[in-house]
């Protein structure tokens, strides 16, 4: 057995989130800018070497993998990533799984489903079309929701993760609510973060900090605390009126760093050890310098030693401190 992936503070690292394309088929404003400029695919890890990368982790002790974008669904081939990283399954992995925005899940839901992935997350924002289009600015809500109904047929369980923006969705929380409630779907509300420059979109005007939510909530719900857990940042609460799980991801509020046991590998093969912070290291170049693991392994443990404590975002004073200037869709959620 390989000795288990254990950083500076004693967290045991045993989820990992890939990001396969930083491309994606919407531009959501919290996400990315309008006209972005995506990388050449030359500077991608192919999906060769996202197997060989996620293979060594999975040796190492991870126990999920996440597969991120941009939207992941988009990348070229990607069927045959999950094809081959199910071999793991019951062999050190216990979870593949994917977040996406839904828009091409209706084609490859069951193709999904037959590569063992029994759980997704679909980014979901508002269940107003015209506002829905605002958000994303080339999505469509239909396609999104027919996406979410053909995952479901085939037996998977939905998570929607809803970003709560402020004068945006917050007016819409018990309908959002009620429709998770009506759908049977679980349903996760996250604090908007401070990644990449949005240019017009300015940060403070999004921000509604989900202890506001959840005060809301608790003014028509009664919020009972589970245990229950997936192995991500979520804090999940049952709503004894409804019997449903909802979940909170607070980055902000009360940020969830002395537990956290992932890491973050970007498209072209940069290992994020915190969301927060810019240190990376190069998992591209071992990848390519040897047909032997022993390099990349290496590589991943002297990274994972240098793991930081926790991120420095924070809104609290009407400024935006600790802003990563890369955008989400470049380290993959």
């Not at 800018?33 to 060594?56: Q, V």
């Not at 071992?286 to 809104?315: M, N, T, V």
Request: charged residues 25%; aromatic residues 8%.
């Amino acid at each position: 057995m390989t000795a288990p992936l254990i950083d500076p503070f004693a967290r045991t690292i045993d989820y990992l989130r890939v990001s396969v394309t930083d491309r994606c088929d919407f531009r959501c404003t919290y996400c990315m800018s309008e006209h972005m400029t995506f990388l050449p695919k030359r500077d991608l890890l192919t999906l060769e070497e996202l197997d060989r990368m996620c293979s060594a982790f999975v040796r190492m002790g991870v126990r999920k993998l996440r597969i991120t974008g941009g939207e992941p669904l988009v990348r070229k081939g990607i069927l045959t990533f999950f094809d081959s990283m199910s071999r793991h399954l019951g062999d050190g992995l216990d979870e593949l799984t994917l977040t996406t925005n839904g828009s091409q899940l209706e084609r490859f839901a069951q193709p999904l489903w037959d590569a063992g992935v029994r759980r997704i997350n679909v980014s979901l924002d508002t269940l107003d079309p015209v506002k829905f289009k605002e958000i994303t600015r080339w999505g469509s809500l239909d396609k999104v929701l027919a996406g979410i109904r053909a995952a479901q047929s085939v037996g998977m369980r939905v998570k929607i993760n809803a970003v709560a923006l402020k004068n945006f969705n917050d007016v819409e929380l018990f309908d959002l609510l009620a429709w998770a409630a009506r759908e049977d779907l679980d349903l996760t509300f996250i604090e908007v973060m401070p990644m990449g420059d949005m240019g017009e979109v300015q940060r403070l005007d999004q921000y509604w900090p989900l202890r506001d939510l959840r005060a809301s909530l608790a003014e028509r719900f009664t919020l009972t605390e589970l245990a229950y857990k997936t192995g991500g940042p979520a804090r999940y609460f049952e709503v004894a009126e409804t019997g449903q799980r909802i979940g909170f991801i607070t980055p902000l509020t009360h940020n969830f760093c002395e537990s956290c046991n992932r890491v973050r590998v970007t498209c072209t093969g940069e290992l994020f050890m915190c969301l927060g912070q810019e240190d990376m290291a190069d998992l591209r170049a071992p990848l390519r310098a040897s047909e032997a693991d022993a390099g990349l392994e290496d590589a991943i443990r002297a990274a994972i030693a240098r793991k930081p404590k926790g991120h420095d975002f924070d809104y609290s004073r009407q400024d935006v401190a600790g802003q990563m200037s890369r955008h989400m869709s470049h380290t993959g959620g």
